[in-house]
T-cell receptor, first 114, second 112 residues
């Protein structure tokens, strides 16, 4: 099956700093990528939809200036958490969509803000 | 919008069958998925079913769809300890641009 990678798999940063998370589709071109946030024992919350070459579409309640998304190529999308605070600590998961009905998920990135 | 509901926990004995249930609200849902998430990992697509199907079987996995009741179930035969994980039901429709809506996940615990 298709493979999606994320980097880093976990990161610890200090409050006020910015963190960039990469999502790559390794063996297919992803027309659309999605960013999710997952709190412990909770479901996935869709944050934004990222389309290659255009601006991301953010879900209601998600601060676009805080969570910057760039989808510069058909195989790479990045999520930058700017001026991170402890409440941004979470598990961030990306998925990639190749145009069919399946989404392929990355392994997730655990962000801890101290 | 779409609501997807699942029971939060299921405990079974190794070798027994597990049945995880899911209900949804949007009758126009077209694609229905089951994902597995192991601790600290992303989601793995286990299986899916289209709305024009009633049942799909894939090795130990059987998916049943009751469109009238908007009810989806996943049956795992001969459940093993390695099946312990969180199972997410997700549904997608053209009205939602085929972006899946996820349930909260069912935590399956398999006892030896």
């Amino acid at each position: 099956g298709a493979v999606v990678s994320q980097h880093p798999s976990w990161v610890i940063c200090k409050s006020g700093t910015s963190v960039k998370i990469e999502c790559r589709s390794l063996d297919f071109q992803a027309t659309t990528m999605f960013w999710y946030r997952q709190f412990p024992k909770q479901s996935l919350m869709l944050m934004a939809t990222s389309n290659e070459g255009s601006k991301a579409t953010y879900e209601q309640g998600v601060e676009k200036d805080k969570f910057l998304i760039n989808h510069a190529s058909l195989t790479l999308s990045t999520l930058t958490v700017t001026s991170a605070h402890p409440e941004d600590s979470s598990f961030y998961i990306c998925s990639a969509h190749s145009g069919g009905y399946e989404q392929y998920f990355g392994p997730g990135t655990r962000l801890t803000v101290t | 919008g779409e609501d997807v509901e699942q029971s939060l926990f299921l405990s079974v004995r190794e070798g027994d069958s597990s049945v995880i249930n899911c209900t949804y609200t949007d009758s126009s849902s077209t694609y229905l998925y089951w994902y597995k998430q192991e601790p600290g990992a992303g989601l793995q697509l286990l299986t899916y079913i289209f709305s024009n199907m009633d049942m799909k079987q894939d090795q130990r996995l059987t998916v049943l769809l009751n469109k009238k009741d908007k009810h989806l179930s996943l049956r795992i035969a001969d459940t093993q300890t390695g099946d312990s994980a969180i199972y997410f039901c997700a549904v997608a429709s053209s009205g939602g641009s085929y972006i899946p809506t996820f349930g909260r996940g069912t935590s399956l615990i398999v006892h030896p």
